[in-house]
């Protein structure tokens, strides 16, 4: 089975050939198409290294380790290609730590009554 990453890639790679034929009508769509699937998966797509996986979650390295087996099978986690010793996970998987002095500011802000409406 071909990765999402490969099949964004394979599409884009007809809008050449779409164009080429005057079809850029529907080039144009198939490249939005593309691009929204792309901003829509953008955290399922991105890699992260160990120490950034720590870094946004707050996790320890025995933390992302005790769970890596169960990742790595689901296709979440990998063994990096440039680096066979070194780990990587999905954005996706990896908790983001909370920015506690932004929630507070935006907790300023709604009582204040400025929030989005």
Known sequence: ?????QVLADARGELPVLRKHGQDVLADALERL???VADATEDYRTWLSEGDAMLRSSKGRYWLRSRFGDWARQGLARWSPR???????????VP???DLAALRADARQAARGEGAA
């Open 96 to 98: 983001q730590r909370t």
């Open 1 to 5: 089975m071909r990765s999402l990453e």
């Open 34 to 36: 593309c691009q929204e």
């Open 83 to 93: 680096n066979s010793r070194a780990r990587e996970y999905r954005a996706l998987v």
